[in-house]
C-alpha cells in the first residue's frame, strides 16, 4: 500500500489543521493506521493510532483531548484533527500502516512496515 500525507501547513497558536493519509494500491481498510512527528535531530515520535476496525484509537498524551484520528474506508482515508494546537506541535508529520499490529505495538515507529511521506505542520506562538 502507498500513503500519502497531505493538509499541513502554518497556523498559529490555538489553531486547527486535519491532515489527510490517503493510500493507493491496495484498501486501507485491512490497515492499522498511526500518525508519527518528527523534528530535525529528534526521534519520531507516536501520536496517534487507530485500528483497521476504526474502534479503538491511541494518543500520545500530549495530544490527548486536543487532536482527534479517525478514519473513511469507502474514501480510503486516514485523518488527524489537530485542534488546540501549540508551537510544540510544529514538526513534519508521517501516517504509516501494517496489519494485525497488537496492542502494545501501535506507539513503535519500527511496527509499521508502510510509510508516506511527509507533511509539515509549522504552529506559531
Known amino acids: 500500500v502507498q500513503l500519502q500525507a497531505f493538509g499541513g501547513g502554518l497556523v498559529q497558536a490555538g489553531g486547527s489543521l486535519r491532515l489527510s493519509c490517503a493510500a493507493s494500491?491496495?484498501?486501507?481498510?485491512?490497515?492499522?493506521v498511526g500518525w508519527f512527528r518528527q523534528v530535525p535531530g529528534k526521534e519520531r515520535e507516536f501520536v496517534a493510532a487507530?485500528?483497521?476496525?476504526?474502534?479503538?484509537?491511541y494518543y500520545r498524551d500530549s495530544v490527548k483531548g486536543r487532536f482527534a484520528i479517525s478514519r473513511d474506508n469507502a474514501k480510503n482515508t486516514v485523518y488527524l484533527q489537530m485542534n488546540s494546537l501549540k508551537p510544540e506541535d510544529t514538526a513534519v508529520y508521517h501516517c504509516?500502516?501494517?496489519?494485525?499490529?497488537?496492542?502494545?505495538?501501535?506507539?513503535?515507529?519500527?511496527?509499521?512496515?508502510?510509510w508516506g511521506h511527509g507533511t509539515q505542520v509549522t504552529v506559531s506562538s
Open positions: 487507530i485500528r483497521r476496525s476504526g474502534g479503538t484509537t
Open positions: 504509516a500502516a501494517d496489519r494485525g499490529l497488537i496492542t502494545s505495538s501501535y506507539g513503535r515507529a519500527e511496527s509499521y512496515g508502510y
Open positions: 494500491g491496495r484498501t486501507l481498510s485491512g490497515y492499522d
